[in-house]
């Protein structure tokens, strides 16, 4: 099946900095999408990014479809944006089952 | 309601025991999905419903695990004589019908589960 990574798996940062993460792919897919796990288990939608790059507000994601990997920027971060944060994909039309990526685990310090 | 919802939050068990786990999908999403997340396995797919039909049983760890989904709403996650590797997260998912486009799944709280 196919494989997700994620780089790195583990990631701290004083409160101000920005950060980029990676997720990588070993076949083709049809969707992209970003989580952001809070401490409280929470799964939550950042993006869905198939292909191109998208804003929101300190959060940018691109995908490279042709090239098999996606990006997560966070800037100015703050503590809130600690937690695990997931890329996950799906292959086919129809049946939208996601495969999960192995996690980035980002620790924002005052 | 706002958002999918899960029940119980937390359920403590002993080991043999069955459980049911519930899940409440946005109204109107016809695709609901179960996940599950533990320590050693990370999130992996368990099952996907389009309306009341499992069309991918495939992530089901072993026939003790089954799913039925009811009225195009309600899910329930029914997993019989539990055994201690059962303990995780069950996470419930649910989206717009896609059969032709890409829809973006919205997750519930989970349920955490603790066998005994």
Same mark, same amino acid.
């Given at each position: 099946?196919?494989?997700?990574?994620?780089?790195?798996?583990?990631?701290?940062?004083?409160?101000?900095?920005?950060?980029?993460?990676?997720?990588?792919?070993?076949?083709?897919?049809?969707?992209?999408?970003?989580?952001?796990?809070?401490?409280?288990?929470?799964?939550?939608?950042?993006? !869905?990014?198939?292909?191109? =790059?998208?804003?929101? %507000?300190?959060?940018?994601? /691109?995908?490279?479809?042709?090239? +098999?990997?996606?990006?997560?920027?966070?800037?100015?971060?703050?503590?809130?944006?600690?937690?695990? !944060?997931?890329?996950?994909? =799906?292959?086919?039309? %129809?049946?939208?089952?996601? /495969?999960?990526?192995?996690?980035? +685990?980002?620790?924002?310090?005052? | 309601?706002?958002?999918?919802?899960?029940?119980?939050?937390?359920?403590?068990?002993?080991?043999?025991?069955?459980?049911?786990?519930?899940?409440?999908?946005?109204?109107?999403?016809?695709?609901?999905?179960?996940?599950?997340?533990?320590?050693?396995?990370?999130?992996?797919?368990?099952?996907?419903?389009?309306?009341?039909?499992?069309?991918?049983?495939?992530?089901?760890?072993?026939?003790?695990?089954?799913?039925?989904?009811?009225?195009?709403?309600?899910?329930?996650?029914?997993?019989?004589?539990?055994?201690?590797?059962?303990?995780?997260?069950?996470?419930?998912?649910?989206?717009?019908?896609?059969?032709?486009?890409?829809?973006?799944?919205?997750?519930?709280?989970?349920?955490?589960?603790?066998?005994?």
């Amino acid at each position: 099946g196919i494989q997700v990574e994620q780089s790195p798996p583990d990631l701290i940062l004083q409160e101000g900095a920005n950060s980029t993460l990676r997720c990588n792919f070993s076949d083709s897919v049809n969707n992209l999408q970003w989580f952001h796990q809070n401490p409280w288990g929470q799964l939550i939608n950042l993006f !869905y990014i198939p292909s191109g =790059t998208k804003q929101n %507000g300190r959060l940018s994601a /691109t995908t490279v479809a042709t090239e +098999r990997y996606s990006l997560l920027y966070i800037s100015s971060s703050q503590t809130t944006d600690s937690g695990v !944060y997931f890329c996950a994909v =799906t292959l086919n039309f %129809g049946n939208e089952k996601l /495969t999960f990526g192995t996690g980035t +685990r980002l620790t924002i310090i005052p | 309601g706002a958002g999918v919802s899960q029940s119980p939050s937390n359920k403590v068990t002993e080991k043999g025991k069955d459980v049911e786990l519930r899940c409440d999908p946005i109204s109107g999403h016809t695709a609901l999905y179960w996940y599950r997340q533990s320590l050693g396995q990370g999130l992996e797919f368990l099952i996907y419903f389009q309306g009341n039909s499992a069309p991918d049983k495939s992530g089901l760890p072993s026939d003790r695990f089954s799913a039925e989904r009811t009225g195009g709403s309600v899910s329930t996650l029914t997993i019989q004589r539990t055994q201690q590797e059962d303990s995780a997260v069950y996470l419930c998912a649910s989206s717009l019908a896609a059969t032709t486009t890409q829809e973006t799944q919205y997750f519930g709280p989970g349920t955490r589960l603790l066998v005994l």
